[in-house]
């Protein structure tokens, strides 16, 4: 497994799309912080270009990177290796190197200029939906056999998670508005990662203000301190469940 | 040794292996024959656990495959079109290789040395030819001293000169008591080097006989005339 890990790794640190994806984190997070004197906003207009960009990266990037490395999947599939395996050193070190771009890229300024328990939560969960997005990608490339179909549903999951759930979940509050969907909306919620992790750091911020309809419904109900243990939970669910889907589809797969 | 038993495959609605059973033993030299589309390859990708059959059961030294990966430590692949990771010299894939197998005891680099493997270390795999490419693909299949090789149309792009070294490697290989698997379409390199033939057709296995035995059924002097012989009998049903 650890050689398969670190092959993987070395790999990516080669890749010159993960170095430019490092750049423009630390471009985007210098010059927040340049702009910005006050170290919440600077945090939140932060987190905002993360929760579009980190998700778009992981997921496109993993996918493409999976399609091609199908010829070292198959040869590994004929040496005396498990194909679990396979499939979780690959998740493990795009993974590794993922974040690693991810930390030095917006983790350094954020350590910086943030405060520190702030700054750490934000480099978490910034993890935290990088993993999810690889994991669903591997799930997308387990689905599909062809290239440019597992790259077109990968991009069809970023729009959904990004930009179309939230206009679903206004659609929805507006049709059912004269009835008592609160609790409803919670577990509607929780069917994103985004908005779970978007959550999640307003909790730390204490801006209720900007939490929005789902998120101040979210607050309300759990309480600071068990909302930020829910979200959390979920969020891992979100990286385990579709990484665990692939993982089975991928070991009866024909090559 | 390896034991193939009643394993179907469905590609969709495309049934490539149909209810097909058979027994290799150590020592044998088989020769996989049959048209284009036949299922040859994907009973061979079955054997190496790349494609799982729908139903029927594949045996290794008496124990099920089935979620198994150890007993590819005892097989040697050769595919048909070798794929390796592009941006890799060929130095770097056989040392990953080395490194995943892990085998301790001495290499066989009878083939890296004969091809001059040596030399070309430093190449990127993308900038191969298919024949330099098949090369790599048969050293590696002989590296580790398997019991079993499968060789996937072994010759195909090789020049003459490689071919027969490859030959020469193959019986040798075969008098040390290993089981040797090989489809290959080039009929008249068979007859030094093999000592049964499966036939098969449509997804199944058609016959399963000892090379004399095909020779005195079809009363044709060589394994090519007989395939042959066999062939232009079934195209004409």
């Known amino acids: 497994m650890n050689r398969l890990i670190k092959f993987v790794v070395l790999d990516m640190i080669k890749n010159r799309t993960i170095l430019g994806y490092t750049l423009l984190l630390a471009i985007f997070s210098w010059s927040v912080f340049g702009l910005e004197d006050n170290a919440t906003k600077g945090v939140l207009t932060l987190l905002n270009i993360m929760l579009l960009i980190v998700p778009l990266v992981s997921i496109i990037f993993s996918t493409i990177y999976i399609y091609n490395s199908s010829e070292f999947i198959d040869l590994m599939v004929s040496q005396p290796v498990k194909r679990s395996k396979i499939w979780t050193s690959l998740f493990i070190g795009l993974s590794i190197s993922q974040i690693l771009a991810f930390v030095v890229g917006v983790g350094i300024p954020l350590l910086l200029f943030a405060p520190i328990n702030i700054a750490l939560s934000m480099i978490s969960v910034g993890c935290i939906v990088s993993i999810i997005f690889i994991a669903i990608a591997f799930l997308a490339c387990a689905i599909t056999h062809d290239k440019s179909k597992g790259i077109g549903v990968s991009i069809m999951l970023w729009l959904y998670f990004a930009l179309l759930f939230d206009g679903l979940v206004l659609f929805l509050l507006f049709q059912f508005a004269d009835y008592p969907i609160e609790h409803i909306m919670i577990g509607i919620t929780m069917l994103s990662p985004i908005d779970m992790a978007r959550i999640l750091i307003l909790l730390q911020l204490n801006v209720s203000a900007l939490l929005g309809h789902t998120g101040a419904i979210f607050t309300d109900f759990f309480g600071t301190i068990i909302g930020t243990f829910i979200s959390t939970f979920v969020l891992c669910l979100w990286a385990i469940i579709p990484f665990y889907l692939s993982l089975r589809m991928f070991n009866k797969k024909d090559l | ?237």
């Open chain 2, 1 to 237: 040794m390896i034991a193939i038993q009643n394993i179907s495959k469905k590609f969709g609605k495309l049934t490539v292996l149909d209810g097909s059973s058979a027994q290799f033993n150590k020592g044998e030299c088989i020769a996989l024959i049959g048209p284009n589309g036949c299922g040859k390859t994907t009973l061979i990708k079955s054997i190496l656990g790349m494609v799982v059959p729908n139903t029927g059961n594949i045996l290794f030294n008496d124990v099920s495959i089935k979620n198994e990966f150890l007993y590819r430590n005892n097989i040697g692949y050769m595919p048909q079109i070798g794929r390796y990771p592009e941006n890799m010299s060929i130095g770097q894939v056989i040392d990953m290789i080395k490194n995943i197998r892990n085998y301790n005891s001495q290499l066989d680099e009878e083939l890296l040395d004969l091809y001059k493997i040596k030399d070309l270390l430093n190449k990127k795999m993308r900038t191969l030819s298919g024949g330099t490419t098949q090369k790599i693909s048969a050293t590696i299949a002989f590296l580790f001293n398997p019991d079993v090789l499968i060789l996937d149309e072994p010759t195909a792009g090789l020049d003459p000169l490689a071919a027969e070294i490859l030959k020469e490697k193959i019986i040798k290989e075969k008098q040390k008591g290993k089981l040797i698997i090989i489809t290959s379409h080039l009929l008249s390199e068979l007859d030094e080097l093999v000592t049964q033939v499966v036939f098969m057709q449509d997804g199944k296995i058609k016959f399963h006989k000892n090379t004399e035995e095909l020779k005195n059924d079809t009363q044709m002097p060589t394994i090519a005339k007989a395939i042959t012989h066999i062939l232009k009998a079934t195209a004409h049903e």
